[in-house]
């Protein structure tokens, strides 16, 4: 186990640490239709029944999406070491963040921010985010939102992270420039005239009773 980057990583934020045990009831994210259902009918309850399955599924993969690839983005920023595990177990239940374990990590090293954005797609983007968007594609939420969820999550670490630590503010926006121009999320996001970043879907959010459209969502703005 990396012991120095993880450190590292937690130390930005509570979304980018990774806990020794994710306790009882536990699910592998390789496992995805169950985690999917575990951690939806926790979200489910939450919302009520004006949620429907897109959006309550959509919420979920966002989620999930968020705490897995947090820790790696941190501690690759942070020390310019990827951790890369063979396996992921999450909570499904509780409130985001929500417990999650990693077992057999390694290590990539990754000094520039186009080598994050690579150890990112080939570590993880691929081989573990893949299949659990794939899982939730399957039951109700087109690709192209599920994808657009991946970067909104990344962005939102990036941001963590900036504010964490400012001296990373310029990496991180380099990672994001990277991830954004080439590799699976090629294309999914961008930055407006003023500055902020947009994705170029919708996580659907904005469709349960009272919601608005989130600060990086298409319907606020696209890209320039």
């Known amino acids: 186990m990396p012991v120095a980057a993880l450190a590292a990583a937690a130390r930005l934020g509570a979304f980018c640490a990774v806990d020794e045990d994710a306790g009882p009831g536990a699910v592998d994210l390789a496992d995805a239709d169950r985690l999917l259902d575990a951690r939806a009918a926790v979200v489910s309850a939450v919302l009520g029944p004006a949620a ?95 994808t657009g969820n991946v970067v909104s999550a990344l962005h939102g670490t990036a941001v963590v992270v900036a504010g964490a630590r400012p001296d990373l503010a310029t990496r991180t926006r380099a990672v994001l420039d990277a991830l954004l121009a080439a590799g699976p999320l090629a294309g999914t996001g961008g930055w407006r005239q003023g500055g902020g970043f947009a994705r170029r879907s919708c996580c659907l959010l904005h469709r349960l009773p009272g919601a608005l459209p989130c600060a990086d969502c298409v319907l606020v703005g696209l890209p320039a």
């Open 52 to 146: 429907g399955a897109r959006e309550v599924h959509s919420l979920v993969h966002l989620g999930v999406a968020a705490r897995v690839l947090s820790p790696a983005l941190g501690a690759a920023l942070a020390t310019g070491v990827l951790p890369v595990p063979a396996s992921v177990v999450l909570q499904p239940a509780g409130s985001n963040p929500v417990p999650m374990a990693w077992s057999g990590v390694r290590t990539v090293a990754v000094p520039a921010p186009e080598d994050v954005a690579a150890g990112l797609a080939a570590h993880w983007l691929t081989p573990l985010v893949g299949p659990w968007t794939a899982a939730v594609a399957a039951r109700s939420v087109s690709t192209r939102v599920l």
